[in-house]
């Protein structure tokens, strides 16, 4: 028995058969990291208090995160896709913290 092949299948099998997704989707779908770098300036209470109304941790979580950030000059304080952490960037940002999403 001879198995018979399309041609038109057989030139589409090493290429992805998926429809297209514009560059733009495709970042945002990626999973980033959103960075809190250490400063002189901000108390604890704050930042602990921001990544508590910012980035909704409770309290145990930001306390962690706030001291990590103090002994190690940064910490990754959310993940997720670039139009999530984009506005707590800016938030963070707009409290006189140094973030990054990285």
């Not at 733009?24 to 604890?44: M, R």
């Not at 990754?76 to 896709?81: E, T």
Request: aromatic share 6%.
């Amino acid at each position: 028995m001879t198995l018979c092949v399309n041609p038109q299948e057989d030139d589409m099998s090493t290429e992805e058969q998926k429809s297209p997704v514009s560059e733009t989707e495709e970042k945002e779908s990626e999973v980033h990291s959103l960075v809190l770098y250490n400063d002189d300036f901000n108390t604890f209470d704050f930042v602990i208090e921001t990544l508590i109304d910012v980035c909704e941790h409770d309290f145990m979580q930001a306390e962690n995160c706030a001291w990590i950030t103090h002994y190690r000059g940064k910490c990754a304080v959310k993940k997720g896709p670039l139009n999530d952490l984009k506005p707590r960037h800016d938030e963070m940002t707009n409290r006189m913290l140094t973030v990054e999403i990285k």
